[in-house]
């Protein structure tokens, strides 16, 4: 399968990619408090497409990386909003963050995303939980954009994983030994169950993927 070289997601998030609270090699200079705090409930959209209360996200994608909380205490947080001025927005993140051509491929700079959460997964104040195992989280991203006048779109459902939950040469199983999803590459806690793409997709994302568990979040909880 194919997977992503950036931080999609967040990341592909969030990925993202919405992004967790994963400790990376950038992560090191933030301490676990700066992941995890948010002082203030916020209700409805802020400018970069965030709503933390109705937990879900519509926007372009490079505003998810610039707003969501999991970056609270890097150098960009919440310093700009993309609004479609093009390569010339790229060009000053590059130059003003030495890392920022790591976190997502140029080529997606007008991808937009619709990513809905529930709240195992980030709370209603845009808090990450110290881990997502066993949380019964889940989130489902949509990517859309147009490429050559031809519109595209790639879906993903992501599931947390249950500590009984095994990840065997990337492809997760449940207890009883059945395939349940794959590895998320950036977010080793979460499961991906479910992958659909329409039209000509960039060569940064997953390929078509149904668990052999289905799609719907209710299997994969750990209280049923």
């Known amino acids: 399968m194919k997977k992503l070289n950036f931080f999609i997601g967040l990341l592909m998030v969030f990925a993202l990619v919405l992004t967790s609270c994963q400790k990376t090699t950038m992560d090191e200079n933030l301490d676990s408090t700066n992941l995890k705090k948010a002082t203030v409930k916020v209700t409805g ?34 310093q700009h909003v993309y ?81 009984t939950d095994m990840l065997i040469d990337g492809i997760w199983y449940n207890d009883e030994g059945d395939e349940i999803g794959f590895e998320s590459m950036y977010w080793p806690e979460l499961i991906v169950i479910q992958v659909v793409n329409e039209g000509d997709i960039p060569p940064f994302f997953y390929d078509e993927y149904n668990s052999p568990w289905g799609p719907g979040y209710g299997k994969y909880k750990v209280n049923q």
Do not use: C
């Open 45 to 78: 959209f802020d400018e970069w497409g965030f709503n933390w209360n109705a937990q879900q996200f519509n926007g372009y994608l490079i505003n998810m990386l610039l707003g969501d909380t999991s970056f609270e205490g890097w150098p960009h947080f919440k």
């Open 83 to 163: 609004q479609g001025e093009g390569m010339e927005f790229w060009d000053m993140l590059v130059t003003s963050y030495d890392y920022w051509i790591y976190m997502m491929p140029v080529e997606l700079l007008d991808t937009k995303l619709n990513a809905h959460w529930n709240t195992g997964l980030i709370s209603k104040d845009g808090v990450y939980p110290v881990t997502w195992v066993n949380s019964d989280g889940w989130i489902v991203f949509k990517y859309s954009g147009v490429v050559d006048g031809q519109y595209w779109s790639h879906m993903r459902k992501l599931v947390s994983s249950r500590s």
